[in-house]
C-alpha cells in the first residue's frame, strides 16, 4: 500500500465525495417528494393516474439505471432538452429512485390496520385529515428500513453518472487510478468513503427506528 | 321524545347475500338499547350502518332528524360520524399518539376547538375514565381496558348525539371487563344515548332499558329486558336466551 500517494489524493477525493453527497441528497429529496406524489396517485380512485404510475414503475424497474441516465442525457436533446451533465444525474437517480420509493410507500400506508382509520373516520375526519393524522404517522415506523435501504441503493447507484462525466467520487476514482495506476490504494479508499457516507443512513435508521419505538405496533 | 336513530326498512347485502333486512328500530334520546344475537346475525354491520362505515343499500335511515343520502359524500359523512360516537372491539386507539391526544384529536381537528379548550375537555374526561394520571402514556402502556376506557372518552369528547359500542368488552381479559362496563354502566345512568352491541348479557339486562333480538340479518324481537328474557317470544329467541342462561 502506498499510504502517501492516498494521503496525495485524499483533498481530491473528499472533494469528489462532496459532490457524490450533494447528487445523492438532492435526489433523494426529489425521489422521496416525487415517490409521495406517485403514491398518492397510485392509491387514489382515479384509473388514469393509477395505471400511469404502474407504468411508470414498470419501467424504471425493469430496464438499467445505466440506460436511464444515457436516456436522459444524450436522448433527450434530440427533443431539445440539454441537460448539463450534473443535472441530467440528478434527474435520472431522483426518478429511478422514485420509481423504488413508490412500492415502499405504498406497502407501508396500505399495511396500517383498518381499525386505526375507522377510529378516525367514526370521529367525523375527513379522508385527508385521516390520511395526515393517522395513516401516513402510522406508515413511517415500517417504511423506514426499506426506505434507508432503497436511499443506500440511491448513494450507490450515483457512481454510476460517472458514465457522463460528472465529477464525482467514481469518476474521480477513475481518473486518479488511470494515471497512476495504483488502483487498490485508490478504489479501496473510495471504497471506504461510500461505506462512511451510507454507514451514516444506516445509524440514521437505527436512531430513528429507537426514537419512534414508544409505541408498540399490534 | 326525540328520535336520534330511525331505521325505516333499511336492508343491506354483500353481493348476493343479505346481511340487513328491512330493519326498523327507533332509538330516543337516552335510550340504551342491547342488540343481542348469536355470532353473523348482523348486529355489528347495524352499528357500522349508524355511522356509516358501512353503506344501506335500501330504506331510508335518519340520525337526529337528518336523513342520510345515498350519495352522501365525504363532507356529510363527516358531519354525520361528527355526532354518533363509536366504541370498537379492538379499541382502535391510535398508537402513535398519547392518551391526551388520542382524545383530543377529535375536538381539534373535527371541531376545531382552541388546544386549551380540548385539553380541559379531555382532562376531563380521562378523569371521569379514571385515567387522568396516564394522559401522558401511549395506548401501548395500557392495559386492554385502560386502552377501552380511553376510547370511550375519545368518543365522548365530540358531545355525540349517540354512543355505539360493538362489543366493547368482547377482546378483554374477563378480569378487564368489569371496569370497562362500570363506565358504561355510569353513562347510562347520565342518560347518555347508547346502541350496545354485547354478549354480556347481565350487563343487557341491568342497563338496557330495551332489548332487541337479531339474527339472520333481521330484529326479530324487540322488548324491554325483563321482558325478553323472562319470556322471549320467538323460537331462536327462546332457544338463544336458554343457551345463554344454560
Redesign the interface.
Known sequence: MDFPLIWNYLPYLLHAALVTIGISFVSLVTGSLLGLAFTFMRISRSRPLQIFVWVYVWLIRGTPMLLQIFAIYYWLPTYGIMLPAIVAGVVALSLNSAGYYVDIFRAAITAV?T??I??????????W?VMF??VI??SVRPALPPYIGQSINLVKNSSLVSVISVQELMFTSQSIYSSTYRVAEILGTAGLIYLAINTVLQVLQTWMEKRLS????? | MTAIIEFDQVGKRYGDVPVLKNINLRVDEGDVVGVIGPSGAGKSTLLRVV?Q?ERHQSGTLRIAGETVEAKAG??E??????????V?Q?F?????LSVLDNVM??PR??LGLPRQEAETRALALLERVGLKAFSDK???QLSGGQQQRV?IA??LA?KPRVILFDEATSALDPALVGEVLEVMTQLALERMTMLVVTHEMRFARQVANRIVFMAGGEILEEAPPEVFFSAPQHPIARQFVSKVHG
Not at chain 2, 77 to 86: D, E, S
Not at chain 2, 92 to 96: I, M, R, S
Open positions: 390496520p381499525g386505526q375507522e377510529a378516525g373516520q367514526a370521529i367525523g375526519m375527513r379522508p385529515q393524522r393517522i404517522p402510522l414508544y409505541y408498540t405496533v399490534r | 355511522n362505515l365525504s363532507r359523512l363527516a358531519l354525520l360520524r361528527a355526532k354518533v360516537g363509536m370498537f379492538s382502535n386507539l391510535w398508537p402513535h384529536t377529535g381537528c373535527v401511549y395506548p401501548g376510547a375519545r368518543a365530540m
